[in-house]
């Protein structure tokens, strides 16, 4: 099935500055969990958002954490390359009647600014976010109004394309944009999952969603296997928009879930709950991506296999904003 797409109006400005911004990563403790064992078998570093902490890194196996990003109210979104060797923090600078927003890369490593720029939003919006392709060549920007759309640029800054609507109707303000392996997108609209291959002038049916209650999709780094809350719950399926299968359960709610950067684990975030009008905080498990159901409840016992993040005051550690593993 084939989904016709609007014309893409290139009405997008860009300017280049010449501006730094260098982020602190260092530690601010240290914890020597091993959550029994279950470390051991995992890799990568969880970078999650939580409260006044700023941006918190969780590195695996040593099971140890610490500062990744200080506290900024003026950050909009943070990205990780895959290969865990650059970073982007896309910045709000704006001020009375202007409204720019500093898109920075820079290297783990030493902080090094590889691009920087500043991006205008059509509708004048400071709160677009954005997202390093797969080979961090391009970046996926994201907003919250209607009018500005899906917009990808080179990782300059230098513009590509924007998409504005599909058959005419404008993309939902909780609509997900995701990367997909060779710099294609997966988007929800409605209730579609929908695939977009370059130069993204058409788009191709993954799944429609006959659910009531659904959000929170993620896909892994492979682009073979979706995640996807339905109801409570966290379902996995694949991208031939196979039958959904049900892979935890509690007496709570799970959402927000992220593949391990090898697919074989999954993040949840258990104990989903709301804080107040738009605030919301979940724990953070792990569990392997093997198609069984895992009880992450947090008060009755867990499923052997469930791998509690914790690293500090021997509590499970908390997100309440963006959350990636790399």
């Keep these: 099935m084939k989904t016709s797409f609007s014309s893409v109006r290139a009405y997008g400005i860009i300017f280049f500055v010449i501006s730094v911004f260098v982020g602190c990563s260092k530690d601010n403790g240290i914890g020597d969990h091993d959550n029994a064992g279950g470390l051991a078998s995992l890799s990568g570093t969880i970078y999650y958002d939580w409260a006044t902490d700023g941006i918190l890194r969780f590195n695996m196996p040593a099971g140890s954490g610490g500062a990744f990003i200080p506290n900024n109210s003026d950050l909009n979104s943070f990205d990780v390359s895959r290969d865990g060797q650059e970073r982007l923090t896309v910045m709000n600078e704006s001020t009375v009647g202007v409204y720019p927003i500093r898109f920075t890369i820079s290297k783990m490593s030493d902080n090094a600014i590889l691009e920087n720029f500043v991006y205008h939003s059509p509708a004048l919006n400071a709160y677009c976010k954005g997202y390093l392709s797969h080979d961090k060549s391009h970046i996926l920007i994201t907003s919250n109004d209607k009018e500005d759309g899906i917009t990808i640029v080179k990782r300059n800054g230098e513009f590509v394309t924007r998409i504005n609507d599909i058959n005419g109707e404008p993309f939902d303000f909780n609509a997900t944009r995701l990367w997909l392996p060779g710099n294609s997108l997966l988007l929800t609209h409605k209730n579609y999952i929908i695939r977009l291959n370059p130069p993204y002038t058409s788009g191709q ?80 498990k792990i569990i392997p991506n093997d198609g069984k159901i895992y009880n992450v409840d947090p008060v009755a016992a867990n499923s052997a296999g469930v791998i509690p993040v914790i690293w500090r005051d021997e509590k499970t550690e908390m997100a309440g904003g963006q959350v990636i593993w790399r």
Excluded at 256 to 279: A, C, M, W
């Design 205 to 284: 049916l993954v799944k429609e969603m006959t659910y009531d209650d659904w959000g929170d999709l993620a896909v892994n780094p492979a682009g073979t296997q979706l995640l996807v809350r339905i109801g409570n719950h966290l379902h996995t399926m694949d991208m031939n928009g196979s039958e959904p299968v049900k892979i935890t359960e509690s007496n709570f709610k799970e959402a927000e879930g992220v593949f391990s950067p090898d697919g074989k684990h999954i993040l949840v975030g258990s104990n989903y709950r709301q804080t107040g009008p738009f605030g919301y905080v979940w724990d953070l």
